[in-house]
């Protein structure tokens, strides 16, 4: 298993920013599709960003589209997520994990948007 920690988190206004990050303790990083996932209080964990291993390649849920952006550095075995004009509808505990590959879950880092 390849543990998996998020950070960057916390609580902000409706509109502002934040960006998160996470960090792969294994290389098996580089050679995978990387993504964001959020997991809102009583809804299902679902996925909102990825990237493809060289960095080339993104998607993004129709519901972040236009706001948020998935970005990673292979060198540092990090994915990121820079989420712009946050909504309340954000608020979420964030996770990043392999999309295509079994792994286990870290804690994942809470997003708190008030309005």
């Known amino acids: 298993q390849v543990q998996l920690v998020e950070s960057g988190g916390g609580l902000v206004q409706a509109g502002g920013s934040l960006r998160l990050s996470c960090a792969a303790s294994?290389?098996?990083?580089?050679?995978?599709?990387m993504g964001w996932y959020r997991q809102a209080p009583g809804k299902q964990r679902e996925l909102v960003a990825s990237i493809a291993p060289g960095g080339g390649s993104t998607s993004s849920a129709d519901s972040v589209k236009g706001r948020f952006t998935i970005s990673r550095d292979n060198a540092k075995n990090t994915v990121y997520l820079q989420m712009n004009n946050l909504k309340p509808e954000d608020t979420a505990i964030y996770y990043c994990?392999?999309?295509?590959?079994?792994?286990?879950w870290g804690q994942g880092t809470q997003v708190t948007v008030s309005s």
């Open positions: 994990n392999f999309v295509g590959y079994r792994n286990s």
């Open positions: 294994s290389t098996i990083f580089r050679i995978n599709i």
